[in-house]
């Protein structure tokens, strides 16, 4: 029986290969299929992406050093992790196969519960001491809750345009607030009742930044720019003055 320590690298090292499959014909890439029937307004320009290889590297070497010398963190956020992993697998090859909204959406829910609960028990053994390997962990883990937070917020526009037969450029107002909703309320559970990993809202505030961006330049929508930008920095400034009380129950 295949040990879950090789199995983790083996499907984490998976995620760097199976976005290239469009190169060689298999399926259509997923930024392809985002904008095939215009660009919506909440969809991050494509350099914000980027940071799913800073996530997948993180990735690859949690699961390494996991694999070569276990410790307590890493044997409570292995399992969630892999998961996750696993299902963004299965995420990528839908999107670029089959390019469902309503399955793409389905199958990003349990992928964004696996990284909060790698983020919930991460919280839970306290090890963030400026190690390597804690700032490892905590940078992984962080990044990935975070992105995944703003995949489902951006998703949620993209599954009620389906739903309603609108177009991208339809109602724009609209597909923002149901972007920046979501977002916000999701930040701030996290914040209370999740994790007190500030890496999560880095992944959080480059992804709204993108929505900024996104906005600005190629759709010349200023105003919906500036009320990302406003949202955006009400939850990193919310996050600085009230700090984070995680996975930790308020004190009486």
């Known amino acids: ?42 969809l991050p320009t494509g350099i914000f992406f980027s940071i799913w290889g800073i996530i997948f590297l993180g990735l690859v070497l949690t699961a390494a050093l996991h694999m070569r010398a276990d410790t307590h963190a890493s044997r409570r956020i292995a399992p969630p992790l892999m998961l996750a992993a696993f299902g963004n697998l299965i995420w990528m090859l839908s999107a670029q196969s089959l390019g469902l909204v309503w399955i793409d959406f389905l199958l990003l829910l349990p992928i964004a519960f696996f990284t909060w609960e790698a983020a919930y028990r991460l919280d839970q053994t306290e090890t963030f001491d400026g190690t ?22 951006i998703s949620v526009p993209d599954l009620a345009r389906w739903l309603l037969g609108r177009a991208p450029s339809d109602d724009v107002w609209q597909s923002l607030w149901l972007t920046l909703i979501p977002a916000s309320i999701l930040a701030y559970v996290f914040a209370n009742y999740v994790s007190r990993n500030g890496w999560y809202f880095v992944a959080l505030a480059w992804g709204l930044l993108g929505v900024v961006v996104n906005n600005w330049t190629r759709l010349g929508t200023h105003a919906l720019a500036i009320a990302a930008a406003i949202i955006g920095l009400y939850i990193l400034l919310r996050r600085m003055r009230f700090g984070a009380r995680g996975s930790y129950p308020a004190k009486s």
Do not use: C, N, Y
């Not at 090292?13 to 392809?32: K, Y």
């Not at 390597?132 to 917020?153: D, E």
């Open 1 to 42: 029986m295949l040990s879950s320590k090789p199995l983790f690298l083996v499907i984490v090292l998976a995620q760097f290969f199976v976005p290239l499959l469009p190169q060689f014909g298999i399926g259509l890439s997923i930024g392809e299929r985002a904008v095939a029937d215009g660009i919506p307004p909440e």
């Open 132 to 153: 390597p390997r804690s700032v490892l962990h905590g940078l992984t883990v962080g990044l990935f809750a975070g992105w995944l937070t703003i995949a489902v917020s």
